[in-house]
């Protein structure tokens, strides 16, 4: 076990940490989520708004929402969220991360909670949110079913649990690991293991195990020719999944 919990994994933290300081260049080793970013923004207020009756043209919709960002890096999701309403917990297990998150935040004006935790910790100190996101970091953790426990134990009754992965394909080695890290160059070579891809049979599966009810997928797809991320139906690479609590 490591210092920050069960569901760390060093050498997972080890990687972020020699990247933190490049989370807010858009040129950088983040770029892709750069990119990939208004896409998933997108599908949070949406789902959000949705789930907890907000008008999604209003100025601050998710006003009154308590929201958690595990693995919040330098705090891409946590400031947008932010400034729609939403009062945001962001934690990181790279103590660099939290700290880049906080200096940007008061930089953009912005009250934010980062904190450099695990998820389990919050779970066991009580912590709960109306929603919890875990965004492009279940492929990280030392234990999906014991990350997912965690998150669920956080999310209140009535509240969502919203995940953002890679599945465990082959096109997902080609696209994600191949031509990401090592043919593009839009991420460090090494920054993904595909052994720890997750199938959305296995992240449903966990979910359920703690006491979810699974909500649905959604695909996240990149287009080469328009540069362009999209929502669709093909789940083999990046895909979206939302469960929900009683």
């Known amino acids: 076990m490591t210092a920050l919990g069960s569901t760390v994994d060093p050498a997972e933290i080890e990687k972020f940490r020699r990247m933190a300081e490049e989370w807010w260049d858009p040129r950088g080793k983040f770029h892709p ?3 990939f970013n208004p896409v998933r923004l997108q599908f949070l207020k949406d789902r959000l708004c949705r789930h907890f009756g907000r008008d999604p043209k209003a100025d601050r919709p998710l006003s009154g929402l308590r929201l958690l960002d595990i693995g919040s890096g330098g705090g891409l999701v946590a400031e947008p969220l932010t400034r729609l309403g939403a ?3 962001g934690i990181d297990a790279t103590a660099r991360n939290v700290e880049v998150a906080r200096l940007h935040a008061a930089e953009s004006g912005l009250a934010i909670d980062y904190r450099h935790a695990a998820a389990e910790e919050l779970a066991e100190a009580g912590e709960s949110f109306d929603a919890v996101l875990a965004l492009e970091i279940v492929e990280h953790v030392a234990s999906l079913e014991a990350f997912v426990a965690a998150a669920a134990r956080m999310t209140r009754p009535g509240g969502l649990l919203v995940v953002a992965t890679l599945n465990r394909t082959l096109k997902a080695f080609g696209l994600a690991i191949v031509g990401a890290e090592y043919v593009l160059g839009w991420l ?3 920054t993904h293991d595909w052994r720890k891809f997750v199938r959305p049979s296995e992240l449903e599966a966990a979910m359920r195990a703690s006491g979810l009810t699974f909500a649905e997928t ?6 080469p020719l328009l540069d362009r991320w999209s929502l669709g139906s093909d789940l083999d690479v990046n895909y ?3 469960a929900t609590k009683a």
Do not use: D
């Open 218 to 223: 959604v695909g996240v797809s990149y287009n």
């Open 87 to 89: 009062k945001v917990v």
């Open 188 to 190: 460090p070579k090494g």
């Open 240 to 242: 979206l999944a939302v």
């Open 33 to 35: 989520l750069h990119r």
